[in-house]
């Protein structure tokens, strides 16, 4: 999407302070000295079958954006698109359920939407939330001497696909989807009470995509160390027998020329690293001496998969994997 924006004109409004320019994961505007207003929006396909869980998953991928500029949302817009003929009103009864759910967790309002007929189902939201103009966070925040904390497991994409390939059961699938449709707000009012330099959710890029946005936007280099990265059960294990997803050929490419490995890795766990995240967590760049403290909070906090994955160096942009 940000090759297919280059060459438009930025905007010259000194009071839009995130655009897209860095592939920021929301929109910053000031309106006063003392709240800018965030925009964002994201819709998906299904992950899984069941539409409560669908609605949820969705719901929250919308909503983390807000969280990752470090913002709290306030509204939210339905953005839906579904085949009514053919999967018919309690099906499309469940998603709206469970996208509700999530705005209402959030503390924000959902205010209405906007659905269309559609040969897929596909569903998300638009979503506004405030922030302080002296307190957003981006992606291009990141110091030599940060250390990086990433407060979500990795690998929701091949999981999703082999769930419906049949080589994972439901029934190993199922007792992630609470952390997979986790808000990332407990993470964000954490994070702020440690001052994190940057942050950025970890979704379709996958964990190398987003750190490289990250290094490009800070003019950093990233160090990540493997056997630091959080997993869900069986992702590496689905990559080993066959499955894989859509984006991970992309995701390779976008990063091969910016990556330097050092690890020793199967082809099933360097597969992984380009897995597409659906709802992922926030991965953030913190103050060296204060990030230890900031993870002890955020276990402490119930997110006991939170770990502490790299760090930041001075250097030309790109990613070192030891």
């Not at 807000?66 to 999967?87: D, V, W």
Request: glycine share 10%; charged share 20%; hydrophobic share 40%.
């Amino acid at each position: 999407m940000l090759e297919a924006l280059k060459g438009l004109p930025a905007s010259s409004d000194p009071n839009l302070l995130v655009g897209f320019e860095t592939g920021d994961d929301a929109a910053v505007y000031r309106v006063s000295d003392e709240i800018a207003v965030i925009s964002t929006v994201d819709f998906i396909t299904p992950p899984v079958d069941d539409p409560i869980w669908f609605g949820r998953i969705a719901a929250a991928n919308s909503l983390s954006d807000i969280y990752a500029m470090g913002g709290h949302p306030i509204t939210a817009l339905n953005l839906i698109m579904f085949p009514s003929k053919k999967l018919g009103m309690e099906t499309l009864k469940g998603i709206m359920q469970g996208g509700s759910e999530k705005v209402a967790e959030a503390g924000a309002s959902l205010a209405g939407g906007h659905s269309v007929e559609d040969d897929e189902p596909k569903y998300g939201l638009a979503v506004t939330g405030i922030i302080s103009p002296r307190r957003v966070l981006t992606n291009s925040g990141a110091r030599p001497g940060d250390r990086l904390i990433l407060t979500k497991p990795l690998g929701t994409g091949v999981l999703f696909n082999a769930c419906r390939s049949g080589k994972l059961p439901w029934s190993d699938l199922e007792p992630i989807l609470p952390q997979v449709a986790a808000l990332n707000r407990i993470a964000m009012e954490h994070a702020l009470k440690f001052d994190a330099h940057s942050c950025t959710d970890i979704t379709g890029f996958g964990i190398l995509g987003h750190a490289l946005e990250m290094a490009k936007a800070s003019s950093v280099r990233i160090e990540i160390d493997f056997s630091a990265l959080p997993s869900y059960p069986y992702s590496i294990d689905m990559y080993s027998k066959g499955e894989t997803t859509g984006s991970n050929k992309g995701n390779r490419q976008l990063v091969e020329d910016f990556l330097n490995i050092s690890a020793h890795l199967s082809e099933a766990q360097f597969q992984w690293l380009f897995d597409p995240q659906t709802s992922g967590g926030l991965l953030l760049s913190v103050s060296g001496p204060r990030a230890g403290d900031l993870l002890s909070e955020l276990r402490g906090a119930g997110l006991n998969s939170a770990s502490m994955i790299g760090k930041v160096v001075s250097g030309s942009s790109g990613i070192v994997l030891n």
